[in-house]
């Protein structure tokens, strides 16, 4: 057994070791030197892409970890032979990968992902940038690296294997090291599995990139990949175009000014799953959230909004890219989609604003960190940032702990420079175990947790010079099923409260006007005087041309369209509808048939 558990390690090693040796060619020959990175920048590259090497040498390692599994009930097992012909397939498929991306880097300015086969069809203009020459050494340098590799693990590999003596313990031992070999793979015990964004830990996309495996990019993006563009197609071009026109059109200027600076602070917190339900002003369950029904009375309280999606890592993209939901596709999940998207903190940097986020999670999950350092935080606060005494919820650090984090972090700050936070909350998820117990039932006991957490951090704020100049806006991330009565994705599940608080709010307003969370973006841009027009699918809610309210969701495979005349919501699977409120309405559900084809088309372009 020991001759077969050191083969095993020699070879994860072996496939590891050349992982690891790809990062800085891959970064000198994209122009290290001259991007002035140094030597602690390749080790940050190395520590940092450790865990997506490790889990792709996982993946590699599950052929010769079941071959020894086998081998132990043969006499003699010939190892190598059987094996040969593995190496050179991975040999020549790791390196033609590595070398590919390397080489395409330049001209791409992204890792090496689905996208390649798309040029495959068209191999003559692929290459119509380069030189023959540029394709010869580099498929010489395929050939010499893959005849390397091979042969390094055929030097590991013991010829033949001899007889095991205690078969069914040596059979236990292999099957306690494959479970060994999946957590790896897996990236850990957590809630989140690998994917690319972990790889990601500083804002210098050149070195994220750097750190990211490129044949885990490459797998990754194949298994998402989708041509969008062609699913929903429910109308012709031309038809598609006429019902979407106007739907998401400039509005024009603000109606009504609500700051009294136009570079006030930005805070935005999200709150998770924070629906109208448990709120008594949006006709909620009273004495859930006492304090947002105080504080709605302080501040511009938007008493009509619509939660875009169902899940955190889309409500997000939502609120801070004013980008469209999807009842299929997660945008979060697929790097090489949410890199192109406007973001509210990308605008605001552009106006000199220093920005982070907080989130007492785990922030690889999702690939939520990708999203967000992409999107224009320079500094991500997260669970492993917290002790361990600390992280007493099942996801990570409860509320109480991070509000009195950012209330410190926020009394903290003397500089001229304006800044934007944005903070996600925690603690009002499922299994709702809080340090709270003010209601009987769990759920709405948790709801009120944050609710306190929230009404006492607000009032701290207020005692600081710092809220004279600050914008406070509190929002869900997605709504709640709860009671669960009627349908789950019933439009009472998807109102969700928004608040705008703060010293720089000129005075208390209540705003009833139709909208989505995905309207926050251009209408807080349109409040700072910043242009909003990359925000295909946000609307400034309080311009003076908004003249056609309507909310627009999804769910898993479907969607609802709300406007005055009423709800319709429609099932894609069956391809009916679940609701017609008050009366069956066909412009309803036209229009919003045209806005599910409008936004694959979009995110398809993308």
Not at 295 to 321: I, M, P
Not at 449 to 468: A, E, R, S
Not at 551 to 562: I, V
């Amino acid at each position: 057994m020991k001759k077969r558990l050191t083969y095993l390690g020699c070879f994860f090693a072996s496939i590891l070791g050349y992982f690891l040796l790809q990062k800085p060619i891959f970064m000198l020959y994209n122009g290290a030197c001259e991007k002035g990175t140094a030597f602690t920048d390749y080790l940050r590259v190395l520590f940092h892409g450790f865990t997506l090497d490790a889990a792709t040498t996982g993946y590699l390692t599950a052929i010769p970890w079941l071959v020894i599994l086998c081998s132990i009930w043969f006499r003699r097992f010939p190892l190598k032979k059987i094996l040969i012909g593995y190496y050179v397939l991975i040999s020549l498929a790791t390196t033609l990968i590595f070398i590919g991306d390397m080489a395409l880097y330049p001209f791409w300015g992204f890792k090496l992902d689905a996208s390649i086969f798309l040029y495959l069809d068209s191999p003559k203009n692929a290459m119509a940038s380069v030189s023959l020459g540029f394709i010869l050494i580099r498929l010489l340098c395929i050939l010499i690296l893959s005849a390397l590799v091979t042969w390094g693990l055929y030097k590991i590999t013991p010829a033949n294997l001899p007889q095991v003596q205690k078969r069914i313990a040596g059979s236990l031992i292999t099957i306690l090291l494959g479970g060994v070999i999946f957590i790896v793979i897996r990236g850990g015990v957590t809630e989140s599995t690998s994917n690319v964004g972990q790889a990601y830990f500083c804002n210098d996309e050149f070195l994220n990139h750097s750190a990211i495996n490129p044949d885990f990019s490459l797998l990754s993006s194949i298994s998402k990949t989708t041509d969008f563009a062609q699913q929903f197609n429910f109308f012709d071009e031309k038809k598609r175009a006429d019902l979407f026109e106007g739907l998401y059109a400039d509005t024009g200027e603000n109606e009504v000014s609500l700051l009294t600076t136009n570079r006030p602070n930005v805070l935005i917190i999200l709150m998770e799953s924070f629906g109208g339900v448990f709120v008594e002003s949006l006709g909620g369950i009273p004495g859930v959230s006492p304090n947002m029904k105080r504080l709605s009375k302080e501040g511009v309280f938007f008493t009509n909004c619509y939660a875009n999606s169902f899940r955190t890592d889309r409500g997000t993209v939502c609120t801070f890219s004013g980008y469209q939901s999807f009842p299929t596709v997660s945008v979060m999940k697929s790097p090489a989609k949410s890199r192109t998207l406007p973001s509210i903190a990308g605008k605001l940097r552009e106006q000199g604003y220093a920005t982070d986020f907080l989130y007492g999670g785990d922030i690889n999950f999702t690939n939520m960190k990708s999203y967000l350092l992409g999107s224009g935080y320079q500094q991500l606060t997260a669970d492993v940032d917290f002790s361990m005494e600390e992280r007493k919820n099942p996801w990570g650090v409860n509320d109480d702990i991070t509000f009195e984090y950012l209330y410190r972090q926020i009394k903290e700050r003397n500089t001229n420079q304006p800044w934007h936070t944005a903070f996600l909350t925690l603690s009002s998820h499922e299994p709702f175990e809080v340090p709270y117990h003010r209601l009987k039932e769990k759920i709405p006991n948790a709801f009120a947790f944050t609710d306190d957490c929230l009404g006492k951090f607000i009032d701290k704020l207020k005692t600081l010079p710092q809220w004279k100049d600050l914008l406070v806006i509190c929002l869900p991330d997605h709504g709640f099923y709860y009671p669960e009565e009627g349908l789950v994705h019933d439009p009472r599940i998807h109102h969700i409260p928004m608040l705008w608080l703060g010293g720089a709010i000129k005075q208390p307003m209540i705003i009833d006007k139709l909208m989505n969370q995905s309207d926050m973006a251009a209408t807080l841009l349109a409040q700072l005087g910043i242009s909003h027009k990359e925000f295909n699918f946000s609307r400034n809610v309080l311009g003076k041309d908004y003249n056609y309210p309507f909310a627009y969701y999804t769910y898993n495979n479907g969607f609802a369209f709300r406007d005055s005349t009423g709800t319709t919501l429609i099932d894609n699977n069956s391809s009916k509808a679940l609701i017609e409120s008050p009366a069956p309405n066909e412009r309803r559900t036209e229009l919003g048939k045209a806005i599910l084809q409008s936004s694959y088309d979009d995110l398809g372009a993308r």
